[in-house]
């Protein structure tokens, strides 16, 4: 079975903060993806890294596929209060079927 | 253009009730999956339908069932309602089946008493 790891599970910063989240697995992807869901809505996709070693940005976000493509991290610079939510990482395991899903982080940026 | 929609957005049942969610996808996507989240297990998949077809299943009994009409909308149904399937099912639609980008609905939050 393909697991997907996320952590920490939950977190809880203050504004001004950095931060990184992980996503890991025993397994290659062919590529992975990172979700945010807010309170009351479904995830929203951020971002797919496909390429071992490929880092992405997205303003105050910073992904990054590992060179083996089995883990992910992501690193948010100067938390707001609007980056509270639940962080998902999502992974294509190649076999054309479906995702995989981790359970995520949970973060809290307070004010 | 209009995102995933799903209706009804709340629903409380009772054990032994059945129910039927539905979920409209964003226009031209013909994928649509379904997926239950609840805080200890996360998100886990459902079903995907694909132009009306059955293409994917999770490990879900078979009280869990749903279908896909030709304009690409679709209905999950659960039957003989238990507590634990209190839950946020989310509807997701995408371009293409399999593990493409997932688009998201706001859930329909079930409660089973």
């Known amino acids: 079975t393909q697991l997907l790891e996320q952590s920490p599970q939950f977190l809880s910063i203050q504004e001004g903060e950095n931060l990184t989240v992980y996503c890991n697995s025993s397994s290659v992807f062919s590529s992975l993806q990172w979700y945010r869901q807010e309170p009351g809505e479904g995830p929203v996709l951020l971002v797919t890294v496909v390429t071992g070693g490929e880092v992405k940005k997205l303003k105050r976000l910073t992904f990054q596929f590992g060179d083996a493509r089995k883990d992910s991290s992501l690193h948010i610079t100067a938390a707001q209060p609007g980056d509270t939510g639940l962080y998902l990482c999502?992974?294509?395991?190649?076999?054309?079927?479906?995702?995989?899903w981790g359970l995520g982080t949970s973060l809290a940026v307070n004010p | 253009k209009a995102g995933v929609t799903q209706t009804p957005r709340y629903l409380i049942k009772t054990r032994g009730q059945q129910v039927t969610l539905s979920c409209s996808p964003i226009s031209g996507h013909r994928s649509v999956s379904w997926y239950q989240q609840t805080p200890g297990q996360g998100l886990q998949f459902l079903f995907e339908?694909?132009?009306?077809?059955?293409?994917n299943k999770g490990n879900f009994p078979g009280r869990f069932s749903g279908r896909q009409f030709s304009n690409s909308r679709s209905e999950m149904n659960v039957s003989t309602l238990e507590l634990g399937d209190s839950a946020l099912y989310l509807c997701a639609s995408s371009l293409s089946q399999g593990p493409d980008t997932q688009y998201f609905g706001p859930g329909t939050r079930l409660t089973v008493l």
């Open positions: 339908y694909f132009s009306e077809t059955q293409r």
């Open positions: 999502a992974a294509n395991a190649g076999n054309n079927r479906k995702l995989i």
